[in-house]
Structure formats: C-alpha cells, structure tokens
C-alpha cells in the first residue's frame, strides 16, 4: 500500500518561508498527479498546487507567484516551496496523489497524514 508523508510544517511570521515536503513510499513516476491541500478547521480541503506526471502544475489564485511546487523522481518526494507566507496560510497541510491500480485496474488516490502550517502575524 502506498504511504506518503509529509514533514517540514511548523510556527513562521508573516513574510517568512518554509518548504514542505512529501515522502512517497512508491516510485513517484506512476501517479497521475501529485498536489498539495490544505484544510482550516470547520473548513473545506482546497487544492493548494498540482503537479501531472508530464510536469504541468497549477495553483491556487490565492499562492500563484508565493508557492513552487516540485518534485524530484530520485528521491520519491514532491516539494512545496512557500514563501511570503500570510496568516491566511494557516492550516494543515495535505499531500495527495493519484494512479492506476494495475491488478484492478481502478483509479486510486492517497494522502497522507497532514502537517501544520501556522503562520503568525
């Protein structure tokens, strides 16, 4: 069963940066798409940034020019980058991912446990 896991979330004032990453336990190279959310209490998830398998990524209005995402197929890991964090940033941060099973043939998607962001201003 595939796992992910992120690390790299903790406190940061306003305008500073942190870099989240996510571990994957299986060869990044057959997801469809791996991607950053992240969730507020009494909210819902929202799509953070993406990244397809052919290197297309999206974001967020709210991140575009502050967030970078990557990944490095070598190591299994897929980055977020964000810098000049704001308040609004805060929340649990979630790494999601998606493939083809190839014994069922069904789409399947996974995510991993979550990291907080809290960003102080």
């Known amino acids: 069963q595939v796992q992910l896991v992120e690390s790299g979330g903790g406190l940061v004032q306003a305008g500073g940066s942190l870099r989240l990453s996510c571990a994957v336990s299986?060869?990044?190279?057959?997801?469809?798409?791996l991607g950053w959310y992240r969730q507020a209490p009494g909210n819902q998830r929202e799509l953070v940034a993406t990244i397809s398998s052919g290197g297309r990524t999206d974001f967020a209005d709210s991140v575009r020019g502050r967030f970078t995402i990557s990944r490095d197929n070598a190591k299994n890991t897929v980055y977020l980058q964000m810098n000049s964090l704001k308040p609004e940033d805060t929340a649990v941060y979630y790494c999601?991912?998606?493939?083809?099973?190839?014994?069922?043939?069904?789409?399947?998607?996974?995510w991993g446990q979550g990291t907080q962001v809290t960003v102080s201003s």
């Open positions: 999601n991912g998606d493939r083809w099973d190839s014994r069922d043939g069904a789409e399947y998607e996974y």
């Open positions: 299986s060869s990044i190279s057959s997801f469809n798409n």
